[in-house]
């Protein structure tokens, strides 16, 4: 088996990590808001007591989160399979990184209109790199 590895793996690798992170800091204030009888049931229904207003945006944003690695992955895959990494590729995914470690407080802040700015920076990287990956 030949191991490998690029500067965009790695960045696949540090993406991950963030989402570890943000999905750890999601859990630890829904564990503070919610009863124990609740987050350590089934979760059949909804909560008892609604979260906070930023702890609902960070459980958002934790989903969103999932959705770009859904995208992100096989792009940064598609490029470093097909051997089309370069500055550029990089430069890309370390748009995209930086653009979802700005999207966490721009989602639980509510920074309006630039969440949405932020998220369109990330998926804009990914679709680049998607792109290189295909040509």
Known sequence: MIAFTTPELSALGLAVF??????????????????SSYTMGPRDDEPPVPLSVTTARLRRAMNNSFESLILFTPAVLLVVLTRQTSALTLSLCGVFLV?????????????????SLIWGVGLLATLAILVIGLI
């Open 18 to 35: 963030l989402h570890i992170a943000l999905m750890v800091l999601f859990a630890v204030r829904a564990n503070m808001e919610l009863p």
């Open 99 to 115: 653009a979802r470690l700005l999207y966490i407080p721009a989602y639980a802040f509510g920074w309006v209109p630039w969440r």
